[in-house]
């Protein structure tokens, strides 16, 4: 069974860079097919998709946060992690790790509980 | 970039009640469409995919349609279960993004 957990500071202070770590377990990040993605809701809102990374280190950014972001992948220790740059009081969300399946349609099939992070001074 | 919306932005209705939902694209995806179930503090779980064929698991009172522009999520007979926020999610961008659709929030009458 695989399993995402997304690990980093609950608060970010404005003007800082916010930054989390997803870390796999019960699956290879190495392994094709997925995009490993990151997205985010903001309370009491719908889902903004952030951006996710493929295996190999190739990346593709929602064009409305690209200039902010930064995703990588450590397949050592079967993580990826998020950047996000610059950070006002409307980047405070929920942020998640997922899981894309290519192969089945673009499946996001596996999720992280999300973590909350605050942005405030 | 695709623009998804989605209508309406919440309904309520009573059990047994059949719900309809609809999602519109701001240009054609084919059927590059699927639909997922959002429970309080808990992650989506897809119910549709392909615009219209149901997730394995997932009951078949739940049915999508739909090509191009305008899709449709359909529960034929509400159950207490369903009470949730259900979003679109495109994937037709190229390169290959995503645009999840606002929500949809049913509630209870």
């Known amino acids: 069974q695989v399993q995402l957990q997304e690990s980093g500071p609950g608060l970010v202070k404005p003007s800082q860079t916010l930054s989390l770590t997803c870390t796999v377990s019960g699956g290879s990040i190495s392994s094709g097919g997925y995009y490993w993605s990151w997205i985010r809701q903001h309370p009491g809102k719908g889902l903004e998709w952030i951006g996710y990374?493929?295996?190999?280190?190739?990346?593709y950014y929602n064009p409305s946060l690209k200039s902010r972001v930064t995703i990588s992948v450590d397949t050592s220790k079967n993580q990826f992690s998020l950047k996000l740059s610059s950070v006002t009081a409307a980047d405070t969300a929920v942020y998640y790790c997922a899981r894309v399946d290519i192969l089945t349609g673009y499946y996001w099939d596996y999720w992280g509980q999300g973590t909350l992070v605050t942005v405030s001074s | 970039d695709i623009q998804m919306t989605q209508s309406p932005s919440s309904l309520s209705a009573s059990v047994g009640d059949r719900v309809t939902i609809t999602c519109r694209a701001s240009q054609g995806i084919r059927n590059d469409l699927g639909w997922y179930q959002q429970k309080p503090g808990k992650a989506p779980k897809r119910l549709i995919y392909a615009a219209s064929s149901l997730q394995s698991g997932v009951p078949s009172r739940f049915s999508g349609s739909g090509s191009g522009t305008e899709f449709t999520l359909t529960i034929s007979s509400l159950q207490p279960e369903d009470f949730a926020t259900y979003y679109c999610l495109q994937h037709n961008s190229y390169p290959r993004g995503f645009t999840f659709g606002p929500g949809t929030k049913v509630d209870i009458k």
């Open positions: 990374i493929y295996y190999s280190g190739s990346t």
